[in-house]
């Protein structure tokens, strides 16, 4: 069915949809209100975001609660090897702000330096599965890399020489095509 097959009945509300959608409501032609209620908690983990329920008066417009019950969050962190904070610090900032009801898929991406914060990879692994309590971690997906994984490639060593020989740039300039390299290593490899 479609929401014009509605537009001619003489209905206020009409509540439909399966119990795990997400809360909406669409404006019908007779200024009814067709209206998705949302489910109070998540049940699977394609449920995301805050639970958000219909409540409604006759004669009002449908009004959106947000509920104060458990529902899974993804949150996405890249790392960038350039970054000075530790990769752990990046992951935590981007966990502190979470409600205590979010249940949180964590999916962490890029490269860190691992010599720089005297990690390995298995070592930030291990530091990563220490936060799932704290933070209400459900599961970590880990995609990244320690950069000296693209630190061993030849046309990284050799650009990095190329660009170490060179006697006309600042240090502060060679310092940022040193990241724009990086950078660019990072996303080829990526």
């Given at each position: 069915?479609?929401?014009?097959?509605?537009?001619?009945?003489?209905?206020?509300?009409?509540?439909?949809?399966?119990?795990?959608?997400?809360?909406?409501?669409?404006?019908?032609?007779?200024?009814?209100?067709?209206?998705?209620?949302?489910?109070?908690?998540?049940?699977?983990?394609?449920?995301?975001?805050?639970?958000?329920?219909?409540?409604?008066?006759?004669?009002q417009p449908?009004?959106?609660?947000?509920?104060?019950?458990?529902?899974?969050?993804?949150?996405?962190?890249?790392?960038?090897?350039?970054?000075?904070?530790?990769?752990?610090?990046?992951?935590?900032?981007?966990?502190?702000?979470?409600?205590?009801?979010?249940?949180?898929?964590?999916?962490?991406?890029?490269?860190?330096?691992?010599?720089r914060h005297n990690?390995?990879?298995?070592?930030?692994?291990?530091?990563?599965?220490?936060?799932?309590?704290?933070?209400?971690?459900?599961?970590?997906?880990?995609?990244?890399?320690?950069?000296?994984?693209?630190?061993?490639?030849?046309?990284?060593?050799?650009?990095?020489?190329?660009?170490?020989?060179?006697?006309?740039?600042?240090?502060?300039?060679?310092?940022?095509?040193?990241?724009?390299?990086?950078?660019?290593?990072?996303?080829?490899?990526?």
């Open positions: 069915m479609k929401l014009v097959d509605f537009s001619e009945l003489a209905f206020d509300y009409i509540l439909a949809g399966h119990f795990h959608t997400r809360f909406e409501v669409f404006s019908m032609k007779n200024g009814g209100y067709f209206i998705y209620p949302g489910s109070p908690i998540s049940i699977t983990r394609k449920e995301l975001g805050p639970r958000r329920v219909n409540l409604f008066k006759i004669g449908p009004s959106e609660v947000i509920l104060a019950t458990p529902f899974y969050q993804e949150i996405e962190v890249f790392l960038d090897p350039t970054q000075k904070s530790s990769p752990l610090e990046v992951v935590e900032a981007a966990l502190s702000n979470l409600p205590q009801e979010a249940r949180v898929i964590l999916r962490v991406k890029g490269f860190f330096d691992g010599r990690l390995t990879e298995q070592s930030f692994q291990e530091k990563l599965e220490q936060l799932t309590a704290k933070y209400n971690v459900e599961d970590i997906q880990p995609e990244y890399y320690d950069f000296q994984r693209v630190a061993q490639e030849r046309l990284f060593q050799e650009v990095m020489d190329r660009l170490n020989q060179r006697s006309d740039l600042e240090e502060a300039e060679r310092t940022k095509m040193r990241e724009i390299v990086i950078r660019a290593m990072v996303e080829a490899l990526a």
